[in-house]
């Protein structure tokens, strides 16, 4: 996973509560079975009309938001289904932070593992991002000092876990380090397990 | 030793290892895969070459890109699904792992043969690549969706790090009226907490009405959990789930039964154990529910109208009910009941049991659909095909007008053959009523299989209460030319 410290750009304004991740990345696309180079299908249906046009409608379609590196959503943004090529979408489009009130928490676990930042912030502070996305004012997500840095200097809070953000800021292979770290207590963890309930162990799968 | 929820039993229970911020290192018992989730997870492993941690803990299952209609030769007609799915039944070539193939009689959706299996036991923690995971709480197993770099996480080291939740209490008491079943319930509950309000909360659903329910309905029940934002659902095991489970294929036999019968007999939550949050819901006042918009906590009861944008005191409200509105191509202030619909799909990992069948079968026996309907029928398993035609409940369906499919996820995620085309209007038993969900531009109403059976017959969205009440076929409803 790429290293995720900081992300300057003017965001783009998602307002609509409840955008899922159907939207985000529509089912159809579903059969493709890579998870490179999927930012085209990023909010297809938004994005693009019928003959496959992009729509002037589209916040993402204009400038300067094409370019922009962080979305300012609303309410429980990426509820619905765990596919997790929602933000690999996202973050072949570009993005790497999401700012909103809520997410889906499916979601916001898989952004955690795809080097995308979601910042829960609250009510009146999206608001207020949802104006400066809108003025096209340039926003910081910085992760070291953990706060957003607004274009007048004002900052709102990162609240996210220590962990969560060490394995953003470092680029960690949240694999890697469980193998490294965990496999002991796994280990210790089934002896016991399959000691008190050794039909968890009897009636496992086969492969045939 | 303090009183303890389901959730804290089944979170202690698989306690690896725990961290200073309260996060927990979760022990993973089983895991289900399917086409959609674990391609990558699987490409992953290949890549860094880790080895599978626990092979007999996985089982593999197509389902999403099934096509119902079984192409006769095998071959899946559409060439990305065909690759897809001849993917999944590769990997499990190549990683040694248990995998049902289109044609094996145990196939069907992920959460309706985990159970069929006994894959699904109380007391266990399982996941899955897919959010509707929470079906499998119905049997007292802390089970939840995943995205597929935690499918391949679980595939390398039996285990996920993970933030515990909040207890959250939902207490249903009395009997359902005529009419009325899981599916509205489910709806109504998810009315009540909303598409966000239950983010960061372990659901626990009690009370008498709950432990009343079969499996089947308490496996609809917990499906829809993830849509009032909570990854748990749990229903606390029960002789009714024991009876469920006793004997399956993956279920325990002889003195390990008795032994695991004791222990999840440990598992309901404590009398003084203390939730964070409680709702009580009265089930006799209860009546069928139907979602109008693109959100399903968007719902009222049959008898409803639906919300006017123009009354509402809050300006985001009024331009959420705004926008879904005009997606669903629907009038403010509207009657729900009568409107008219095009498609009626039957099935899915919500409604797609033996018991969803027999339901939306009461309503169709000796009764035909209407003429402007096309209607689908798609059982959620192999095994609940059998079953359902063993009792005849084929015959029901074709007769009345149905397409009886063979099982798959079907018209519930546009992304096989059933689709919808923009702008059809479809009464479906599944669980999202999303924007394009069903196909792009397509409008959704949820309900239960009844109503859907109902919305069949007449065309439009009717209270299945008026079919029930014995009237001869297309007489239920004022509107029925």
Known sequence: MEKLTQVTSIPASLPDANIDTDIIFPARFLLITEKRGLGRYAFYEKRFDADGAARDDFVLNREPWNKSSILITGDNFGCGSSREQAPWALYDLGIRCVVSTSFGEIFEANCLNNGILPVMVKQVELAALHEDAGCARELTADLVARALVRHDGTRIPIGLPEWQSQALLNGWDEIDRALKEDCEHTERFEIFQRETMSWLYDNETRHT | ?481
């Not at chain 2, 389902?63 to 119902?68: Q, S």
């Not at chain 2, 990305?80 to 044609?103: C, K, P, T, W, Y």
């Open chain 2, 1 to 481: 030793m303090n009183a303890q929820t389901l959730y804290d039993k089944l979170w202690k229970s698989h306690l690896v290892r725990e961290y200073a911020d309260g996060a927990g290192l979760l022990y993973i018992d089983r895991q289900l895969l399917h086409e959609v989730s674990s391609p990558q997870a699987f490409a992953g492993m290949r890549s860094s070459g880790r080895e599978i941690r626990r092979p007999n803990s996985h089982l593999l299952v197509a389902d999403h890109a099934i096509p119902t209609r079984r192409p006769s030769d095998g071959r899946i007609p559409n060439e990305q699904a065909r690759a897809q799915v001849q993917l999944l039944a590769d990997n499990a070539i190549e990683f040694e792992l248990a995998h049902f193939g289109m044609s094996d009689a145990r196939h069907g959706i992920v959460h309706v043969i985990g159970p069929e299996q006994g894959f699904t036991q109380p007391g266990i923690t399982l996941v899955c690549g897919d959010s509707h995971t929470t079906t499998h709480g119905a049997f007292g197993a802390l089970a939840f969706g995943i995205g597929a770099s935690e499918c391949e996480r679980v595939l390398a080291t039996q285990t996920l790090r993970q933030t515990r939740a909040r207890n959250l209490r939902v207490c249903v008491e009395g009997a359902f009226t005529s009419g009325v079943f899981a599916k509205d319930l489910a709806l109504a509950i998810v009315g009540t907490i909303g598409a966000s309000g239950g983010q960061g909360y372990a659901i626990e659903y009690c009370g008498e009405t709950v432990r009343q329910l079969s499996m089947e309905a308490r496996m609809t029940l917990c499906n829809m959990t993830i849509e009032a934002g909570s990854r748990v659902g749990l229903i606390a095991p029960d002789d009714t789930t024991f009876a469920y489970i006793e004997g399956r294929p993956n279920t325990p036999h002889g003195a390990a039964w008795e032994r695991a019968l004791d222990y999840w007999r440990s598992l309901p939550t404590d009398a003084t154990a203390r939730y964070e949050q409680e709702i009580y819901i009265s089930a006799e006042l209860l009546e069928p529910q139907v979602t109008w918009g693109t959100s399903p906590d968007q719902v009222v009861p049959i008898t409803g109208y639906l919300p006017d944008p123009s009354l509402q005191e809050c300006e985001m409200a009024s331009k959420k009910i705004a926008r879904a509105l005009a997606y669903m191509g629907l009038e403010p202030a509207a009657a729900v009941e009568g409107i008219a619909i095009d498609q009626v799909f039957i099935g899915s990992c919500t409604n797609g049991r033996i018991e969803d069948l027999r339901a939306a079968a009461a309503v169709l026996r000796g009764r035909h659909i209407a003429d402007s309907v096309q209607a689908l029928v798609v059982p959620g398993s192999a095994q609940v095909k059998r079953n359902a035609e063993s009792e005849g409940l084929d015959r029901v369906f074709i007769e009345a007008g149905f397409e009886w499919r063979h099982a798959g996820c079907s018209l519930c995620v546009a992304m096989n053959d059933d689709r919808l085309a923009p702008g059809k209007r479809c009464a479906s038993t599944s669980n999202r009523n999303f924007e394009g969900r069903q196909g792009a531009g397509a409008r959704t109403h949820l309900m239960s299989p009844a109503m859907a059976a109902a919305a069949a017959v007449t065309g439009r969205i009717t209270d299945v209460r008026t079919l029930l009440q014995g009237r001869p076929a297309g007489q239920g409803a004022p509107w029925k030319s």
